[in-house]
Structures are given as C-alpha cells and as structure tokens.
C-alpha cells in the first residue's frame, strides 16, 4: 500500500461530496495518469477501507463506480484489475519568460520545506534527469503559500552532485532556481507539460482543499546551458489561487497564420 497516502479522508463538506465518491476520483485519477497500468490489481474492499478510514461497504462503492466507467474489472477469486490503457498525453506547449516568473514568484511568496532526502533515483526520475536508476539524487517537497494561503505543492529531484551542494536550509529559504545558480549552474531552458488533476488525500491537506478538488499541473524539466536535466519538478497549482496567462499575436507561419505567445506570466489570485 506504499502507492497510497495513508492519512484518512476528512472532507471539509462531506454532504455534497460522499466518501465513497471522493475515494472514487482519486483512484480514478491514478488509473488515467498510468500510476495503475493495465493489468494491474488495486487493493482490496478491506485495504482500502483501512488506508481512507472508511467502511468497507464505502471502499465497495468507490470500486463499483470505477467498474462501471469500464476503468477495473472485478473478478471473483482475483479481485479488482485495472482494464484501462492510458492513451497518448495532451500535446505540450512551449512558453517564454517562465524562469524569470519562477524566480520573481520565490521571491514574493512564502515556502514551507514539508520533506527533504537523498535518495536513489526511480525508473521516471532517471528518465527526466537522463541519469541512471538507482543514481543519487536530492528530493524535496515544498509548499508556496500567498498571504498565509497555500497556492501550490512542489515535488522536485535534482541531480546528487548538484544538491549536495545546498541542504535543507537553504531550501527552506530560498527559491530552487536562485540556489541552483548559486551553485553554478547555468539555467538555460526548459520543457513543460500543463494539465489537470485532482487533489488526493495528502495533497488536499497540504493545500488545504477537499479530496478530489481539480489542480493545475505543471511537470517541467529545466536545462543547463549543456542540455543536462537539472530538475525535475511536478507542481500542483489550487486554480482559485493561481492562474496562468499569456498574450498571443498572430504570426504567419507558411501560407497560415498562427497565434503565438508574445509574453507570458502567472497571477496569484
């Protein structure tokens, strides 16, 4: 069960959103990000109803209503398996000026430093900062608050060489990217992803929201000058308290005209 936030679900409005339905939209959203593959078999009635504090007929329900959207099958003998094939993600977008963003933005809010270790890399760290599994590296979890609210839930891994050379401190006061040029690295560029998912039990209490409340999310590799990953950061943005935006001009590409981003940015709400 180390997949699952162990805490127990308390939603802040528990008649309009049922506990049955609230562990539905976390597993459901698991399934659809490919945390559960194909294949896979989900804990039990009995388990799930021990990791969210429900009953077991509760934990019975979420399962029934992820099998009848087709996304498990429930067999007899075998117990629940996910039957959904994650599909190609949305296509990503390309923005300019959003390190300048990141970095004023660090400087204007106020940050909670929630985890900090050195640990081996997974399979899908490894793969975003192109090191091998199982090389060091520095995971750090942080949450930005504005005005005493909290707005996002940072998840970050940088490589060991590079985050041996700050500590838990230094993060706990300064933004990421001001320490990552303190310690040499030439910030060059970086790919990002925007989407959308849904707060599960640990994240909703750190942002201080209800299970299965949407968020923005953000997963961003930023680059050195050399084309080496430098960090591999998922951010999760409360929506009613962050917005991104940005100008479009149309520009002739070909005989077709296209919008393109002439200035980008974020606002805090």
């Known amino acids: 069960m180390d997949r699952f936030d162990a805490g127990a679900i308390r939603p802040t409005e ?22 559960f593959a194909d294949g896979d078999i989900l804990p039990g009635e009995f388990e799930l109803a021990e990791v969210y504090g429900v009953s077991r007929i509760t934990a019975k329900r979420a399962l029934d209503e992820l099998a009848k959207d087709g996304l498990v099958r429930r067999e007899r003998g075998r117990g629940t398996m996910v039957s959904h094939r994650r ?36 399979a899908e760290v490894a793969s975003a900062l192109d090191c091998a599994s199982g090389d060091e590296v520095q995971m ?6 504005v005005r005493g609210e909290p707005f996002s839930h940072l998840t970050t891994y940088v490589p060991g060489d590079i985050g041996r050379k700050f500590g838990e ?11 990552l040029e303190q310690s040499g690295v030439h910030v060059d560029a970086a790919e990002q992803s925007i989407t959308a998912t849904l707060a599960d039990t640990g994240t909703a209490r750190r942002l201080d929201t209800t299970v299965g409340a949407p968020l923005i999310k953000v ?34 590409e070909g005989k077709a005209k296209v919008w393109s981003p002439s200035r980008t940015g974020y606002r805090l709400t």
């Open 169 to 179: 401190k230094d993060l706990a006061q300064r933004p990421l990217l001001a320490l």
């Open 219 to 252: 997963v961003r590799i930023v680059q050195d000058i050399d084309g080496r990953p430098v960090e591999y950061i998922t951010a999760l943005y409360r929506p009613d308290r962050y917005q991104y935006h940005m100008n479009l001009t149309r520009q002739a």
């Open 14 to 35: 528990p008649a309009r959103t049922p506990l049955y339905h609230q562990i539905y939209l976390v597993l459901r959203q698991r399934i659809v990000d490919g945390e």
């Open 140 to 145: 750090s979890v942080r949450v930005r608050s």
């Open 87 to 122: 599909e190609d993600g949305p296509m990503q977008a390309q923005f300019e000026g959003q390190l300048e963003d990141l970095l004023a933005m660090g400087l204007e809010t106020s940050v909670d430093l929630l985890e900090f270790a050195y640990m081996p890399a997974s």
